[in-house]
């Protein structure tokens, strides 16, 4: 492998994409494992080879910087100049503004997978607890055919969308996977994922409902 040698001074965060990726299936692997554990943390640790061997849970240093380029030519990991303190507000408190943003239409809400939502944005209530249940009911029809999206159709999206004659989404449901807690957004139109808010929106869920574990010292 070649050499190469760490920024000092920069702290590690996952780009949305990263923390997309981190929560979109209930499979894991080596870079999703890495990519929770960064969202597990109560602040975004330095970019040191410590920090990254403990965040991997891997010893060889080598393995570690090649995890760390696997992550970054994906664009899952990004540098940033200070650190970033994950979010302390009450959940219920800052869902709604995390979700309006990252939805184009500002037509968004988060459900549980016992089909109640959470929080939404721009729907009325009973819009919402009908789309709620209703991603429920998808999660469901999910599980009893994923044999067949997986195995034979080799589509491994969990996600569902109601499309228009020409294939564009009208409104999507996207699980996210917690842990063993199983959550959806449903959007109506394009979905912004690719948001700074979409990455709090994770950090928050993962910090309020996975399992917490030592922060590495920064």
């Known amino acids: ?128 607890e009908e789309l709620s249940a209703l991603s429920a009911e998808l999660a469901t029809v999910h599980k009893r055919r994923s044999g067949l999206l997986i195995n034979n159709m080799g589509i491994s999206s969990h996600a569902w969308a109601i499309v228009d004659p020409f294939g564009n989404s009208q409104i999507g449901f996207w699980p996210m996977f917690v842990g063993k807690h199983r959550f959806v957004l449903a959007i109506t139109g394009v979905p912004h994922f690719n948001q700074a808010e979409f990455v709090t929106l994770a950090w928050a869920l993962i910090t309020r409902y996975l399992t917490k574990v030592a922060d590495v010292p920064s």
């Open 1 to 128: 492998m070649e050499k190469f040698n760490l920024i000092d001074g920069l702290y590690l965060y996952p780009t949305p994409a990263g923390a997309y990726y981190a929560i979109s299936s209930p499979e894991t692997d080596k870079p999703r494992r890495f990519l929770i554990r960064l969202l597990q943390q109560a602040r975004t640790p330095e970019l040191t080879i410590e920090q990254l061997q403990k965040l991997m849970e891997i010893e060889d240093e080598d393995k570690a910087l090649q995890l760390l380029l696997y992550c970054q030519k994906l664009g899952w990991v990004q540098g940033v100049d200070a650190p970033l303190q994950a979010p302390s507000t009450a959940l219920e408190d800052i869902l709604p503004e995390l979700l309006g943003k990252i939805s184009e239409s500002g037509k968004v809400l988060l459900a549980d997978d016992q089909g109640f939502y959470l929080a939404c944005s721009g729907f009325a209530h009973e819009v919402a």
